[in-house]
T-cell receptor, first 115, second 113 residues
Framework: SQKIEQNSEALNIQEGKTATLTCNYTNYSPAYLQWYRQDPGRGPVFLLLIRENEKEKRKERLKVTFDTTLKQSLFHITASQPADSATYLCALDVGRGQAGTALIFGKGTTLSVSS | EPEVTQTPSHQVTQMGQEVILRCVPISNHLYFYWYRQILGQKVEFLVSFYNNEISEKSEIFDDQFSVERPDGSNFTLKIRSTKLEDSAMYFC???????????FGQGTRLTVV
C-alpha cells in the first residue's frame, strides 16, 4: 500500500532561518502532491500543490520541490516567523485526480519557530 | 471567503448509538469528502462523493458508515453503531473541478463513551 513518511516529527528553528521539511513516499506514482498546514484542534489548510511535471513551486515565503525519481518532496519556509509554528502535512492523491482530491496524508512535521 | 462548515463542533455519544455528522460544503464545489483524525495520529481519508455517489472509499469506511447529500447544501456522515475506537475528529472537505486543493471544515470532535 502507499506509504508517506515525513522524516521529522518535530523541527525547532530560530526566527529568520529557513525551515526545510521532508516528505518521502513509496509504492505510488502520484500525479501531484500537496502541502497543508494544521494548527491544534483545527482542520488542515491548503498551502501549495505541485504536479509531477513540475520541479519547483513558490508562493511568497514558501517553496516546494518534487523529485519523482527520488520519490521525495521538500517544503521550505524562508525567513521563518513564530506565526509559522504549526504542523505541516504532506498529502498524495490516491485517485489520480479521478475522484476529486482523495488524499492520503503523512503524519506531519511540527515546526516551532522561536523568537 | 467561502468556507466549509461542520456541526456540531463536539458530540458525545454512547457506544452502540447512531450519530450523524453534518457539513455544508462550499457552494460551487463538486466533490465532497470525509476524513478522520484520531488524537495524535494522522489525518485519514474515509470517502469521496461526487455526482450523488461514492467515488472512492478507504478500508476504514466499512458498512457501519454511510454518506448522504440529502439536499443541495448539506453533506452528512452517519455512523450506525458507534464503537469506542470511532472517537476522533471528523473533517469534512470539498473541492472544485479538476486537480485542485481541498477545503477543510473545522471538524467535529466525536467522543464515544
Amino acid at each position: 500500500s502507499q506509504k508517506i513518511e515525513q522524516n521529522s516529527e518535530a523541527l525547532n528553528i530560530q526566527e529568520g532561518k529557513t525551515a526545510t521539511l521532508t516528505c518521502n513516499y513509496t509504492n505510488y506514482s502520484p500525479a501531484y502532491l500537496q502541502w497543508y498546514r494544521q494548527d491544534p484542534g483545527r482542520g488542515p489548510v491548503f498551502l501549495l500543490l505541485i504536479r509531477e511535471n513540475e520541479k519547483e513551486k513558490r508562493k511568497e515565503r514558501l517553496k516546494v520541490t518534487f523529485d519523482t525519481t527520488l520519490k521525495q518532496s521538500l517544503f521550505h519556509i524562508t525567513a521563518s516567523q513564530p506565526a509559522d509554528s504549526a504542523t505541516y502535512l504532506c498529502a498524495l492523491d490516491v485517485g489520480r485526480g479521478q475522484a476529486g482530491t482523495a488524499l492520503i496524508f503523512g503524519k506531519g512535521t511540527t515546526l516551532s519557530v522561536s523568537s | 471567503e467561502p468556507e466549509v462548515t461542520q456541526t456540531p463542533s463536539h458530540q458525545v455519544t454512547q457506544m452502540g448509538q447512531e450519530v450523524i455528522l453534518r457539513c455544508v460544503p462550499i457552494s460551487n464545489h463538486l466533490y465532497f469528502y470525509w476524513y478522520r483524525q484520531i488524537l495524535g495520529q494522522k489525518v485519514e481519508f474515509l470517502v469521496s462523493f461526487y455526482n450523488n455517489e461514492i467515488s472512492e472509499k478507504s478500508e476504514i469506511f466499512d458498512d457501519q458508515f454511510s454518506v448522504e447529500r440529502p439536499d443541495g447544501s448539506n453533506f452528512t456522515l452517519k455512523i450506525r453503531s458507534t464503537k469506542l475506537e470511532d472517537s476522533a475528529m471528523y473533517f469534512c472537505a470539498s473541492s472544485g473541478q479538476g486537480i485542485t486543493e481541498a477545503f477543510f471544515g473545522q471538524g467535529t470532535r466525536l467522543t464515544v463513551v
